[in-house]
């Protein structure tokens, strides 16, 4: 979708990302939203990110609507995928393993089970 001429905003089902290169061009980019397309910012479930690999960057930066401030945090998973500020790819491989290995050893009884067939425990290890 395009706001101001540029592709700025990010959405699938009701997961809405506003991307901008600072906090001042997010704040643009939210309100062109909510006057172009309607968007209404639910404060609560409302969350920023600033991802850069300065730690210190944006500290001081706060996002303000109708005298509520908008929780920063320092990651949050979006569409099953994990996304930290430093950008870090460790946190989301890990995620993976551990969700295979609780998937593996969900359906370990029944993979050892002797009323199974070889070829269709086969089939189901594979399956996973």
């Known amino acids: 979708m395009k706001i101001n001429d540029t592709h700025q905003l990010l959405a699938y089902a009701d997961d809405v990302n506003i991307l901008g290169g ?3 061009t997010v704040k643009k980019n939210a309100e062109a939203a909510t006057m172009e397309i ?3 910012v639910n404060v609560h479930k409302t ?4 991802v850069s690999r ?3 960057a944006g500290r001081n930066h706060i996002i303000k ?3 509520s401030s908008i929780e920063r945090v320092g990651d949050f998973k979006y569409l099953g995928t994990k996304l930290t500020n430093l ?10 393993l551990n969700l295979g290995n609780a998937c593996y050893y969900s359906v370990q009884n029944l993979l050892s089970s002797r009323l199974l067939s ?3 425990n086969i089939k189901i ?4």
């Open 125 to 128: 290890y594979i399956e996973l």
């Open 54 to 56: 300065d730690q210190n």
């Open 87 to 96: 950008n870090f790819i460790q946190e989301e491989i890990k995620s993976r």
């Open 38 to 40: 309607g968007l209404e």
């Open 22 to 24: 600072s906090v001042d």
């Open 65 to 67: 609507t109708d005298n």
């Open 47 to 50: 969350m920023y990110m600033i």
């Open 118 to 120: 070889k070829n269709l």
